[in-house]
C-alpha cells in the first residue's frame, strides 16, 4: 500500500515559446503516474498560472522566451512560486547564466537536448530540493580552475568529482558512478578544498562559481 507521499503526484509547470518543446515536455511527462505537467507559451502566463493555480514543485523556464530578459524572468518565478524551486530550460547557457541563475536561488540548468529518459530523474531531484548542472556545462571552463595563488589548475579527475559535488552527490554515489572507492572521493575532496580555498564541499562549490569554473 502506497503512503500519501508515495502517491503525490509532482506538479510541474513548463514554460516555453516553442509549441513543439511544450507539447514534448507535457505529453512524456502527462504519460508517467507521478507528474502533473502544464504548460505556458511566455513568462507572463507562466507567473498568471503561478497567481491562480501555484505553487507548483517545480517550475521550468525557458532562457529566451518572451518576458525573461535574460535571468531576470527566473527571479520573477521564483517569487511568484511560493519557496517552491524554479530552474532554466535551455539549449547552451553560458558560464555567466549558469552562475547568476545559481547565485539567485534557481534550482538549475536542464538542457533542451538531454534525453526524456533522464528528464524525470532530473526533475524530481530539483523537485525535492536539489540543484541540478549538467555535468558537461561545469567541464567546460577547465582553464579557468585554480585557486587565488596561482596554484596548478584542478586535475580532470576532480574537476569531474566536482561537478558531482555541485549536483549534491554524497561520496559515496561519487565512486559508483566513477568506479573509485569512497576513501579516493574523499581524497579528491579533500585536494579540491585546498586547491579552491574552501573549508569543506559545499564551500567549494560556491567558491567555483563565484570564481568562474562554471
Request: charged share 25%.
Amino acid at each position: 500500500m502506497k503512503t500519501p507521499s508515495e502517491s503525490k503526484q509532482i506538479r510541474v509547470l513548463i514554460a516555453d515559446d516553442h509549441a513543439m518543446v511544450l507539447e514534448m515536455f507535457k505529453q512524456f511527462l502527462s504519460s508517467l503516474p507521478d507528474f502533473e505537467a502544464q504548460t505556458a507559451p511566455d513568462l507572463d502566463t507562466a507567473l498568471e498560472k503561478l497567481d491562480a493555480e501555484g505553487p507548483f514543485d517545480l517550475v521550468l523556464v525557458d532562457l529566451d522566451m518572451p518576458g525573461m530578459n535574460g535571468v531576470g524572468g527566473l527571479s520573477k518565478a521564483i517569487e511568484r512560486n511560493g519557496g517552491n524551486p524554479v530552474g532554466i530550460l535551455t539549449s547552451d547557457p553560458s558560464a555567466h547564466v549558469v552562475s547568476e541563475s545559481l547565485s539567485l536561488g534557481g534550482a538549475g540548468i536542464i538542457l533542451k537536448t538531454e534525453s526524456l529518459k533522464n528528464l524525470t530523474n532530473e526533475i524530481r531531484f530539483m523537485a525535492n530540493g536539489g540543484r541540478y548542472v549538467p555535468v558537461e556545462l561545469i567541464n567546460r571552463p577547465r582553464a579557468k580552475a585554480r585557486d587565488s595563488s596561482g596554484n596548478s589548475s584542478l586535475s580532470e579527475r576532480e574537476m569531474t568529482v566536482l561537478a558531482l559535488l555541485a549536483q549534491g552527490q554524497p561520496n559515496r554515489e561519487i565512486g559508483a558512478e566513477l568506479g573509485l572507492a569512497e576513501a579516493t572521493v574523499k581524497m579528491h575532496v579533500k585536494s579540491i578544498c585546498a586547491k579552491l580555498g574552501a573549508s569543506n564541499r559545499t564551500q567549494a562549490v560556491i567558491v567555483a562559481r563565484d570564481i568562474g569554473i562554471f
